[in-house]
């Protein structure tokens, strides 16, 4: 009787092993199952970040575009409208004479820019000498409408007395018109100064009643 429950007991124990060696090989399973599902879901978690950083990226160039879109709008815009607009400065030389006494010659050009994007008619050119007897100017103008083309005339009817106050109104002999980006020039005048002056220039046009100023001025030390 002992020897057939030893028996028994033996299969019992052997069912067991075999129990729990399936069981143990069931859990192996769902481990590799459970390991393979977690790195199935990092892979989705790490393209997911990917996602959401190509969705940022496409925001910030969505965003880009916005801006840029704007901007050419406002581009447009203003280039419907009128821009009235000008520049004008000195380009000169100075001439020193060796003899102090000698008057100083100052050789320039007063040039006029249209920067706007609108014609400008019937420009005026102010040159103001401070002080005004401190200095003669002469170019290529004339009280007289009638000098070679390209020249330049009084703009005032009292130019004499304007010239004792030290200011030359002046405006070309042709009727001009100045185009955007086209340039206009009161060229070769010439400046013997006996002392200290400074020159200063304003242009004015149709448009531009207020008038603009040089950018620079002439200033010679004597």
């Not at 989705?44 to 990917?50: A, G, I, M, P, S």
């Not at 609108?118 to 009280?143: E, V, W, Y």
Request: glycine fraction near 4%; charge should be negative; charged fraction near 30%.
């Amino acid at each position: 009787m002992n020897h057939i429950q030893l028996q028994q007991k033996i299969i019992h124990y052997r069912s067991e092993v075999a129990k729990y060696k399936q069981l143990l090989q069931l859990a192996e399973t769902e481990l590799k199952r459970e390991q393979l599902r977690n790195q199935y879901i990092q892979k989705q978690l790490e393209q997911l970040d990917e996602y959401e950083q190509a969705i940022e990226q496409l925001k910030q160039q969505l965003l880009f575009y916005e801006v840029a879109l704007e901007e050419e709008k406002k581009r447009k815009k203003e280039m419907k409208q009128d821009i009235v607009r000008a520049h004008a400065y000195f380009t000169y030389a100075v001439m020193i004479s060796e003899e102090k006494e000698e008057p100083t010659t100052v050789i320039g050009d007063f040039v006029i820019e249209n920067i706007g994007n609108t014609p400008l008619n019937d420009p005026i050119i102010c040159l103001r000498l401070r002080p005004p007897d401190h200095a003669q100017l002469s170019g290529k103008f004339s009280f007289r409408q009638l000098q070679e083309e390209g020249g330049w005339t009084f703009a005032v009817d009292n130019w004499r007395q304007k010239i004792k106050e030290g200011e030359y109104w002046l405006k070309p002999i042709d009727e001009t018109t100045l185009l955007p980006n086209e340039q206009l020039r009161f060229p070769s005048f010439e400046l013997r100064i006996v002392q200290t002056i400074v020159v200063e220039a304003f242009v004015y046009f149709r448009q531009l009643k207020q008038g603009v100023s040089s950018f620079n001025h002439i200033v010679i030390n004597k």
